[in-house]
């Protein structure tokens, strides 16, 4: 089986006028298809510059990053991208912000539409679809915000925190329904968090960066024992805490 996506020796410094800063150092990983990969490091290390490196938003100095064999390139509709705030348009209803990014693209067609509508049944927003978004919950806001971006059928799911702003019950909960989405819908997914516990309990993988500039500390390859796994049902796995025990180490070796 071939990754679908390399990331290979991959830098990227900042220029300002007080000098260059290292952000990232020779970062080599690949992702397979279907496999979701956590992302956790230091405050400032970097996650979501790397995030934004493989969305096309960045351009690495030097190194290469290939989706499907293809380098990504600004403007990438094969990457989709959830951030820190759900950024759902108030004065939309939540049908019309899942819809937003089809409209951009002028691909309303008849079977993008019929998919809209067979995920918002799905995952329990069809009877919130003429709901402004101040009327959900955090949690409802960020499953809209999802299923915003799987309407556009990406190739790669990238997640940038996106259950930071929640309370920690909510938080457990969300990160759970979107993971089973996501399990589900079979993309590939990266996540970046600063939550040693929700990067174990949804990831096949966990990847640890140093601290700035960021390097590839260590892969750890996530086996739990229990049966049908879910993000939820994962923290009560045996080896749960020998894992966390593992990456908090990792984490505080040069603290």
Same mark, same amino acid.
């Given at each position: 089986?071939? %990754? =679908? !996506?390399?990331?290979?020796?991959?830098?990227?410094? &900042?220029?300002?006028?007080?000098? *260059?800063?290292?952000?990232?150092?020779?970062?080599?990983?690949?992702?397979?298809?279907?496999?979701?990969?956590?992302?956790?490091?230091?405050?400032?290390?970097?996650?979501?510059?790397?995030?934004?490196?493989?969305?096309?938003?960045?351009?690495?100095?030097?190194?290469?990053?290939?989706?499907?064999?293809?380098?990504?390139?600004?403007?990438?509709?094969? =990457?989709?991208?959830?951030?820190? $705030?759900?950024?759902?348009?108030?004065?939309?209803? @939540?049908?019309?912000?899942?819809?937003?990014?089809? *409209?951009?693209?002028?691909?309303?067609?008849?079977?993008?539409?019929?998919?809209?509508?067979? !995920?918002?049944?799905? &995952?329990?927003?069809?009877?919130?679809?003429?709901?402004?978004? /101040?009327?959900? /919950?955090?949690?409802?806001?960020?499953?809209?915000?999802?299923?915003?971006?799987? =309407?556009? *059928? %990406?190739?790669?799911?990238?997640?940038?925190? %996106?259950?930071?702003?929640?309370? &920690?019950?909510?938080?457990?909960? #969300?990160?759970?329904?979107?993971? $089973?989405?996501?399990?589900?819908?079979?993309?590939?997914? @990266?996540?970046?968090?600063?939550?040693?516990?929700?990067? @174990?309990?949804?990831?096949?993988? #966990? !990847? +640890?960066?140093?601290?700035?500039?960021?390097?590839?500390?260590? +892969?750890?390859?996530?086996?739990?024992?229990?049966?049908?796994?879910? %993000?939820?049902?994962?923290?009560?796995?045996?080896?749960?805490?020998? &894992?966390?025990?593992?990456?908090?180490?990792?984490?505080?070796?040069?603290?």
């Amino acid at each position: 089986m071939k %990754p =679908v !996506l390399k990331v290979r020796d991959v830098c990227l410094s &900042y220029h300002t006028l007080s000098g *260059e800063t290292p952000a990232l150092s020779h970062i080599s990983f690949d992702l397979m298809p279907g496999e979701f990969l956590s992302i956790v490091g230091p405050s400032g290390c970097g996650k979501s510059t790397l995030l934004n490196l493989i969305a096309g938003l960045l351009s690495p100095e030097s190194g290469s990053v290939t989706l499907d064999g293809k380098k990504i390139s600004a403007g990438s509709t094969e =990457v989709g991208y959830m951030l820190q $705030k759900d950024h759902l348009l108030e004065w939309r209803s @939540i049908y019309r912000n899942i819809l937003l990014g089809l *409209e951009i693209r002028k691909e309303l067609t008849p079977q993008k539409l019929a998919n809209t509508e067979a !995920l918002l049944k799905t &995952y329990g927003l069809d009877r919130f679809r003429d709901a402004k978004p /101040s009327q959900l /919950s955090g949690g409802m806001r960020q499953r809209a915000a999802l299923i915003r971006t799987l =309407v556009l *059928e %990406p190739e790669l799911l990238l997640l940038d925190e %996106p259950f930071s702003a929640l309370d &920690y019950q909510t938080r457990l909960n #969300v990160s759970d329904d979107i993971g $089973k989405i996501l399990k589900t819908s079979g993309k590939p997914a @990266i996540l970046v968090t600063h939550d040693i516990s929700e990067a @174990i309990s949804m990831a096949d993988r #966990v !990847l +640890i960066l140093s601290a700035r500039p960021a390097t590839v500390q260590r +892969i750890v390859p996530i086996h739990l024992d229990i049966k049908d796994r879910t %993000p939820f049902s994962s923290r009560n796995a045996p080896d749960f805490k020998k &894992y966390f025990n593992l990456i908090w180490k990792e984490l505080n070796k040069n603290a």
